[in-house]
């Protein structure tokens, strides 16, 4: 908190006739929130002539070091004390560490990818690296008029697309998957729509022959099977951390014995399905999600039917947490 003192005020106004009109004032009480104007001059002068004082004025209102007193007690901040919840710390902590593992898995990916590329780098240089490598410097013919230049246009855009200076992982413009990009190459090799038609024109030598198509596919289909097989344990991992997930589980242990997999007690119908779940009104009420039926008969102890059974707070507050959730995402 710091005091604030004003010793002087100035203010400038323009004038309906154009010229500018300064407003002296000279404050002499030091409150923030209740400044009174003891002098007032008007005077009317060119802009330059005040420089000096409008200096002179920044430097004099400055306020003072020091705390800020507010009379207003409706403005005085109140100093909260930040009450670190010990499980959400641990949870933090769970999941700050599997993006790490997540990352390490993805990096091993990456070594292993750099190491199998070295078979096929060969192939690469000599059909794909004259528009895909922004460390190949183009020939002579490629520099000329650089505007209308197609050799020149083929690497600027095909460095866009993808750009090979880096084996691995993969770079394009935007950062897209590497993913996205293992697949583009599998898909451009495939099809044999890379290298451009246009060039095959003048380059006919450069085209991928059937050994070079197996060579590079033997390169690319692994490292797409390995990443998406990372991917989907990571899903899996982050999904049961999800409210999802959680709840999921909750239903999983204790409704769906009676109310899942074909079980239909009651003809109360399926919980299997979340997301289905969500819409039958009658069950769910998203408005209002202590008056959904699944979290009453849950909170009376009507269900399970096995008193042992019931469901603690946390599950309970875990059911409308979820529901509350999906109002959210509907918004
Ligand atoms: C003559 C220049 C040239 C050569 C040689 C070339 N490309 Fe391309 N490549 C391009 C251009 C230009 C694009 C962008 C095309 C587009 O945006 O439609 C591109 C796009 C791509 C893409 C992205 C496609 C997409 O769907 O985003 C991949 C993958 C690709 N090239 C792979 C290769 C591979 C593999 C080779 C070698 C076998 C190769 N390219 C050789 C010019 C070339
Ligand atoms: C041991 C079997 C069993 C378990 C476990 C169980 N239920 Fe039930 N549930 C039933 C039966 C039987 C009925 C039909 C009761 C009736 O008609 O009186 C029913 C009916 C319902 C109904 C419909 C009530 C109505 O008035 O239409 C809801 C909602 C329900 N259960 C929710 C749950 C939830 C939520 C869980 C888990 C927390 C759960 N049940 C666990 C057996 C079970």
Known sequence: MAEAKFSELFIIKMSTNGKKQVLFTTCLSNNFSNITLSKTFVIEVPMIYLLPFILLSFLSCR????????????????????????EDN???????????????????????????????????????FDCHDSREKLPIYG?????????KKHQDEGLVALDMAKT????????????????AIKAAVLDKTMPLKSYLVVYPLKRISKKNQVAILAWVDPLIREHERIDEAYQELFFQDSLQGKVQNLFKKKCLRCHGSGNNRGNFGDMEKLSEL???????DLEEPTRSLIYKV???????TDPR???????????????????????
Not at 92 to 108: A, C, G, Q, V
Not at 309 to 325: A, F, H, R, V
């Open 143 to 151: 520099r000329v008029f650089p505007r209308i230049n197609p050799v």
């Open 278 to 284: 969500l819409q039958r009104k009658k069950y769910v």
């Open 63 to 86: 306020p003072e070091t020091g705390p800020l007193r507010f009379k207003d007690k409706s403005i005085v901040f109140k100093e909260t004390k930040l009450e670190v919840d010990e």
């Open 90 to 128: 641990h949870h933090l902590e769970y999941l700050e560490n599997l993006k790490k593992d997540y990352e390490s898995d993805l990096n091993k990916l990456s070594i292993n990818a750099v190491k199998s590329f070295e078979p096929i780098k060969k192939i690469m240089k000599r059909k794909c």
């Open 298 to 304: 849950s909170l009376s102890g009507e269900m399970p």
């Open 309 to 331: 059974e019931k469901l603690s707070e946390e599950e309970l507050q875990l059911m409308l947490d979820w529901i509350q959730e999906a109002r959210n995402l509907e918004e």
């Open 168 to 183: 691995y992982p993969l770079q394009a413009k935007g950062n897209p998957p590497q993913l996205a990009l293992l697949k």
